[in-house]
């Protein structure tokens, strides 16, 4: 049976702008790391880039499995920020381990625009 019009439906407005993100295990993201689960792997390490070097000023994008904002400084909210990275999944992952230096990477495909966006080097390799 269907709920009148007359009443309000509490369930059916739902307040959902606070909810947060699923959270990957540290469990989980160190095991898709070691079994080369790209998709988890790569936003597990997002997470982590995220909690701890939380901010704005830079975008980093790693397509198609995730973006964070990050490094204090800059607040941006709308549009295109100025400062982006984007890397080839890969290439990220093997940052985050320490494989490859980021000055390597960006010869061999970051994509990085912007005055401050190098400032993303500071967090590589990011210690698990």
């Known amino acids: 049976m269907f709920h009148s019009l007359h009443k309000p439906v509490s369930w059916l407005f739902v307040d959902n702008w606070r909810m947060a993100k699923k959270q990957i295990p540290s469990a989980e993201g160190l095991a898709a790391i070691e079994n080369h689960n790209l998709p988890t792997a790569t ?25 964070i904002q990050c490094i204090a400084g800059m607040d941006h909210r709308r549009g295109t920020p100025p400062n982006v990275v984007e890397l080839e999944p890969e290439l990220f992952i093997d940052l985050c381990l320490g494989n490859v230096k980021w000055q390597e990477g960006v010869r061999t495909g970051a994509s ?17």
């Open 43 to 67: 936003r597990y390490l997002l997470q982590e880039i995220e909690k701890r070097f939380p901010g704005g000023t830079v975008e980093l994008r790693v397509p198609p499995y995730g973006a």
């Open 112 to 128: 990085v625009s912007g005055a401050k966006a190098n400032e993303v080097a500071s967090i590589f390799p990011l210690t698990l």
